[in-house]
């Protein structure tokens, strides 16, 4: 290799002025530790090394029939459950853990007690609980009736061994109980002029997730932790009083039975329409010309497939509207909303179908398809949780807010419904996902309407630097609820910004990102999952990215510390004065106010916390600035800039 005097003289001053440089000192230290591995990386035959399901990755699978009818007198939901449970695992059962979320809302639940005396947001009622009878499990022809609850768990014994590699269980039982007024803010009761709002989730026995990781998921349900569930197919009743109108999860099998002649024929008009049709007018809500009977009781039979979950609401005091969902490939679904009339309003919830429509169809169109035929939009006395193709809003939301929360909620069909992760155990796999997602979902909604600061990453900072922050990986029962919003939504949300924005570009990022959610599309991803699987697709070492932003509490800082002239450019001296290392970039100003970007890649952070980098220019430099964009989280801005401005 060939080099001409002017370079190796430039050479010799690097080395001699490096010495110099104050911010060159550290030029032995081994930074290994910052950039090693964070967790396990072999692959195995469940889970592949690079993030994929094995050759035998397995998961159990759980079909329900369910027949539940809904008193209005005495606010109780009684049901009989059939549960066909199938067992992939390569493992024999003698027994499986269902969970009974229901038994939350009494005086000596463990949510209770553990629950501060000046309450939060997951105050549940204490007056229910399940009452559980005529339960049998069925494995060929052997039953049992053997079972344990122990708080929100049930476990349900078997007469001899499921067997393994597609073993059927079949579990039935007769449940009921109080529907509670308030419920830990995911489901409930709410009274209103024409009528009470029934939302409806956590409604039946569900089957705990079995998986290869840690076998059963038992976890209690306490009140921040949400839920793990297995994907099966469902086949629901629901009978109610004459006057109500339900909507619920999955498909209507029986419009001609609930629905009027008027009703069915607006509801095939929204199908085919782009904007939003009435399907019960505000004038018609409790009239006796809106039921196809004028007394008794109706049942509502939904189906829905591959579903971790489904939930319905009740009540006669829906106004409801549709409008047609335009998805990938030419395939159509439909948004819909009910709400009382109180909720209506330009500004408030006559544009919950609009708004729904509009996360739905960017949402499919940007990272996967959504794979239900409906999304529901219920005005409940729920700030908003998230179901499959429903969810359940706040009924006093309008404007930005009304957008911000419906908007979040259908984002949720994508993580947890169809990436199926451990919300009890990791939420910011869904939360902070979906926080990521929903900024750009905003942005792109009519022309900006209404907005998004998720990029200006430094607005976290004041949580960044509070002593008493946690981090995300704190399990969402132990974080403290101050700290919840930050831990699972948008410290993690800020995270995947900074990657696409800031690190490996929005081209690599969103083709590992897509790639992510079609590899593990219903089925159930770890941590470890999500983390090699980026890296594998996008080709980036992201170890001590994960370690640094998602397994701690320490910051960014980078400081630019000088600049000297020398033959031929200058010397930038840079430090890393932060927790863990980050790419450089720098935009240095010249005399005649032009400017030029500097990227300096992460590894110059891999044996020392100070780097001096050669700018070769015959201009003179005026100012050098680390991240003029402002897009990395930086926890100290007095030291982004040389020569310091004491303004």
């Known amino acids: 290799m060939k080099y001409g005097m002017n370079v190796l003289l430039t050479l010799f001053i690097v080395m001699g002025i490096t010495q110099d440089m104050s911010a060159q000192k550290d030029t032995t230290k081994d930074n290994q530790s910052l950039f090693d591995d964070l967790m396990y990386r072999q692959g195995s035959a469940y889970r592949t090394a690079d993030g994929k399901p094995g050759p035998e990755y397995w998961q159990n699978k759980a079909d329900y029939k369910i027949k539940a009818e809904l008193n209005d007198q005495e606010n109780t939901l009684t049901g009989k459950l059939t549960l066909t449970y199938t067992n992939n695992s390569p493992e024999k059962l003698d027994f499986i853990w269902l969970y009974l979320e229901q038994n939350r809302f ?11 005396v000046q309450g939060n947001r997951y105050n549940g009622d204490v007056d229910g609980g399940y009452t559980i009878s005529n339960l049998e499990a069925k494995v060929g022809r052997k039953e049992s009736d053997k079972h344990i609850i122990s708080d929100t768990r049930m476990q349900v014994f078997f ?10 269980a079949e579990i039935t039982m007769d449940f009921e109980y109080k529907i509670p007024e308030e419920g830990m803010d995911r489901m409930g009761r709410l009274k209103v002029n024409d009528g009470t709002i029934y939302a409806m989730a956590q409604w039946y026995p569900r089957v705990a997730v079995f998986d290869d990781v840690v076998g059963w998921n038992t976890e209690p349900y306490l009140g921040a932790g949400e839920f793990y569930l297995e994907y099966g197919d469902f086949d629901y009743e629901v009978t109610v009083p004459y006057d109500h109108i339900v909507v619920g999860s999955g498909v209507l099998e029986n419009a001609r039975e609930v629905l009027t002649a008027t009703q069915r024929e607006r509801m095939e008009n929204a199908a085919k329409s782009d904007s939003t049709v009435f399907i019960i007018t505000p004038e018609e809500v409790g009239q006796a010309a ?17 579903t971790r979950d489904v939930a319905f609401a009740s009540s006669k005091a829906f106004i409801w509207d549709a409008a047609r969902i335009n998805l990938p490939d030419g395939k159509k679904a439909l948004s819909q909303s009910v709400y009382p009339k109180e909720s209506a309003g330009d500004e408030a919830w006559s544009r919950s179908t609009e708004y729904t429509k509009a996360a739905i169809e960017f949402y499919s169109k940007t990272y996967y398809p959504f794979p239900y035929a409906n999304a529901i939009n219920v005005a409940a006395n729920v700030n908003g949780m998230e179901y499959p193709g429903m969810s359940f809003c706040s009924w006093k939301s309008n404007g930005e807010s009304l957008w911000g929360v419906t908007d979040h909620e ?25 926080t990521f997602i929903n900024h750009y979902s905003t942005l792109a909604f009519n022309n900006g309407e209404f907005g998004s600061t998720l990029n200006e990453t430094r607005r976290i900072n004041n949580y960044l630097t509070n002593p008493e922050r946690e981090g995300i990986n704190t ?30 570009g929005p081209e690599r990022f969103d083709n590992a990102f897509k790639s992510y959610i079609k590899t593990w599309a219903f089925k159930h991803p770890q941590p470890s999952d999500f983390f090699n699987h980026i890296e594998n697709v996008a080709g980036e070492n992201l170890s001590w990215f994960w370690k640094g932003w998602f ?14 002239a020398v033959q031929g450019g200058y010397l930038i001296a840079v430090s890393n004065k932060g927790d863990f290392p980050m790419p450089v970039k720098l935009q240095v100003t010249y005399t005649d106010e032009s400017t030029e970007e500097v990227d300096l890649p992460v590894e110059i952070w891999e044996r020392g916390d100070s780097w001096t980098h050669l700018l070769r220019t015959d201009k003179t430099v005026t100012k050098v600035e680390f991240d003029p964009k402002k897009q990395v989280p930086d926890v100290n801005s007095g030291n982004d800039v040389f020569p310091n401005s004491p303004y």
């Not at 007469?159 to 059927?168: F, I, Q, S, V």
């Not at 029962?477 to 990657?499: S, W």
């Not at 397994?551 to 000297?564: A, Q």
């Open 551 to 564: 397994y701690g509490t320490g910051n960014i800082d980078i400081s630019v510390d000088d600049f000297k």
């Open 159 to 168: 007469a001899e061994p499921l067997e393994a590699n597609g073993g059927e």
């Open 475 to 504: 399990y969402p029962d132990i974080v403290n609820t101050r700290n919840l919003g930050y831990t699972a939504y948008y410290k993690p949300a800020t995270g995947l910004i900074l990657l696409r924005e800031y690190i490996i």
């Open 290 to 306: 809106s039921r196809p009977t004028s007394s008794g009781k109706l049942t509502w039979h939904f189906k829905m497939k591959n």
């Open 106 to 116: 009494m005086e000596n639940s463990r949510g209770t007690l553990t629950t501060p």
């Open 410 to 434: 259908f984002g949720h069909n994508w993580f947890p419904m169809i990436v199926g992760s451990n919300e009890r155990r990791y939420p910011w796999m869904d939360e902070g996902f979906n």
